[in-house]
């Protein structure tokens, strides 16, 4: 059974702490993403990751940065939380498809951050 | 730039009774359209893939079909257990949703 696999349901942080979020897929699929999901904003996408080592900033990247030392793994860092980045996290997965065809992706039970 | 604009917000249907969804896109090179049920506290869950104009997918009492510029997610004689958020995307653009509220 395919699974991606957020650390936290829940976390509670402080205005300046670094967090940390981290994304298992159990796939071996090729690219991997993280959203934000605010009421009324839908999804949008921070950065995503198309291969080990490789990133790329999305709509909203401002305040975050990612890492993908391992092709298993892609975790989020808040460098420095703030209150507007309270929200809900969606981390994702995708094989990277035939033919430039795009598959589906498959998506952790996300993590809502709250930051006071 | 690219966009995915969903309609309605907000549905209500009795049960039984059926509605379609609407997903108005605009992508350079479609590369794949997706359609996602969410669940209230989880992440999306797949359901269907359309990836050139007049194709249709069906999935029990769901129905999606594809035209150049929209996507619609028809849903015949809807079940309360059909409650819930769907999501339209392309390749990492998404949709703000519909939320389907079925009452029995």
């Known amino acids: 059974d395919v699974k991606v696999t957020q650390s936290s349901r829940y976390l509670v942080k402080r205005t300046g702490e670094k967090v940390f979020l981290e994304c298992v897929q159990d796939m071996d699929h090729e690219n991997m993403f993280w959203y934000r999901q605010d009421p009324g904003l839908g999804l949008r996408l921070i950065y995503f990751?198309?291969?080990?080592?490789?990133?790329e900033k999305g709509d909203i990247p401002e305040g975050y940065s990612v890492s993908r030392e391992k092709k298993e793994r892609f975790s989020l860092i808040l460098e420095s939380a703030s209150t507007n980045q309270t929200s809900m996290y969606l981390c994702?997965?995708?094989?990277?498809?035939?033919?430039?065809?795009?598959?589906?992706?498959?998506f952790g039970q996300g993590t809502r951050l709250t930051v006071v | 730039e690219d966009q995915v604009t969903q309609s309605p917000e907000a549905l209500r249907l009795q049960e039984g009774e059926s509605s379609s969804l609407n997903c108005s896109y605009t992508?350079?090179?479609?590369?794949?359209l997706f359609w996602y049920r969410q669940d209230p506290g989880k992440g999306p869950e797949f359901l269907f893939t359309l990836y050139s104009a007049g194709e249709e997918k069906e999935k029990e009492r769901l129905k999606a079909t594809l035209t150049k510029k929209e996507s619609f997610l028809h849903i015949t004689a809807p079940k309360p257990e059909d409650s819930a958020t769907y999501l339209c995307a392309t390749e990492l653009i998404f949709g703000t949703g519909t939320r389907l509220q079925v009452f029995p």
């Open positions: 990751s198309y291969d080990v080592k490789m990133k």
């Open positions: 992508v350079s090179g479609l590369r794949g």
């Open positions: 994702a997965s995708r094989t990277g498809g035939a033919a430039g065809w795009n598959t589906e992706a498959f």
